[in-house]
Nanobody, 127 residues
Framework: QVQPVESGGGLVQAGGSLRLSCAASGRTFDSYAMGWFRQAPGKEREFVAGISRTGPTTYYADSVKGRFAISRDNAKNTVYLQMNSLKPEDTAVYYC????????????????????WGQGTQVTVSS
């Protein structure tokens, strides 16, 4: 079992960058597929990016493709979300999620596939 804890959110101007981190407790971090989701006020939580257990496979929502990059460091039990060229519409609470999985190359992209969630970190992009 892992407990994700997000950090790195904040206020940034449009066009700027932020890097979110998600530290997960537990000794079997590399057994978990990891993902980032976000939820804007009045909207449903949506998938942003996902990464496979060992990191070679990633997947992105169309809205962030080319601007965001997900990565992980299994030695540090941490997954990152590098966000560049931020837009006001990226404003949301960003959540880190984890799910145990046998397959090393599979990326999970839906809310129901993830078992463990962090508390979220606020990202606000001003215009």
């Amino acid at each position: 079992q892992v407990q994700p804890v997000e950090s790195g959110g904040g206020l940034v101007q449009a066009g700027g960058s932020l890097r979110l981190s998600c530290a997960a407790s537990g000794r079997t971090f590399d057994s978990y597929a990891m993902g980032w989701f976000r939820q804007a006020p009045g909207k449903e939580r949506e998938f942003v990016a996902g990464i496979s257990r060992t990191g070679p496979t990633t997947y992105y929502a169309d809205s962030v493709k080319g601007r965001f990059a997900i990565s992980r460091d299994n030695a540090k039990n941490t997954v990152y979300l590098q966000m560049n060229s931020l837009k006001p519409e990226d404003t949301a609470v960003y959540y880190c999620a984890a799910s145990p999985i046998l397959h090393t190359l599979v990326v999970l992209t839906t809310l129901n596939e993830y078992n463990y969630w962090g508390q979220g970190t606020q990202v606000t992009v001003s215009s």
